[in-house]
């Protein structure tokens, strides 16, 4: 599905944090674009969820297309002739706000995820390791198999649903690591995994 489909907004992290570079939110303009995969996590009363959150070098990033999107930056101004002035992308923006600044959000924005039933199964797993903490690829898989009545799954069925992650950051996969502790892989690249982990307090091989 392109960005032509979605609502977009950028954030910017604080000076500390520049080396992760711009981020793009999104939002879909149209629930009825999505197939009978999607699902709603948290209630919205506006009807506006978040559906991504993507690093610059995100190859799971929707790719543009040339059309009429609707773009809004972090200044709200106005990009493509339109303006975007999005209770959702507030929203979120205060989260990462808050999570830059060493807190721990207490909410969570709406969410929109669009996968197969095994990636939204591993990505509302994320959902449940904690700030400051940090699981395994190996660990996921077993928790992941024993939820699909299995007698076990690889570790690399687990990498490739977090490659695919749409909501890096507020839905966790930089917390899950190799069994000795490496970091392995990171859709947005080591060094921003690293990053996250470092802010959280957490030090990896």
């Known amino acids: ?51 991504g959150i993507y690093f610059e070098n995100n190859l799971a990033k929707p790719q543009s297309k040339k059309s009429n999107n609707q773009n809004c930056d972090t200044k709200g101004e106005i990009e493509h002739g339109l303006q975007c002035d999005s209770w959702i992308f507030n929203l979120t923006k205060k989260w990462l706000d808050m999570y830059f600044g060493g807190e721990i959000p207490h909410f969570l924005p709406p969410l929109a995820l669009q996968g197969s039933s095994f990636a939204l199964l591993v990505w509302q797993e994320l959902l449940k390791i904690r700030y400051g903490s940090t699981t395994t690829y190996a660990t996921m898989a077993t928790k992941i198999a024993q939820q699909r009545g299995l007698a076990k799954m690889s570790a690399q069925a687990i990498g490739g649903a977090l490659k695919n992650n749409p909501i890096s950051i507020i839905i966790p996969c930089h917390r899950v690591i190799g069994t000795n502790g490496s970091l392995i892989g990171y859709a947005g690249g080591i060094e921003k995994k690293k990053i996250l982990l470092g802010l959280e307090n957490l030090t990896t091989t």
Do not use: C, H, W
């Open 1 to 51: 599905m392109g960005l032509d489909k979605f609502f977009v907004s950028f954030y910017t992290p604080p000076a500390d944090f520049s080396s992760l570079g711009k981020i793009t939110l999104l939002s879909p303009k149209n629930f009825d674009d999505f197939d009978k995969s999607f699902v709603l996590l948290g209630e919205s009363r506006t009807k506006q969820y978040l559906s």
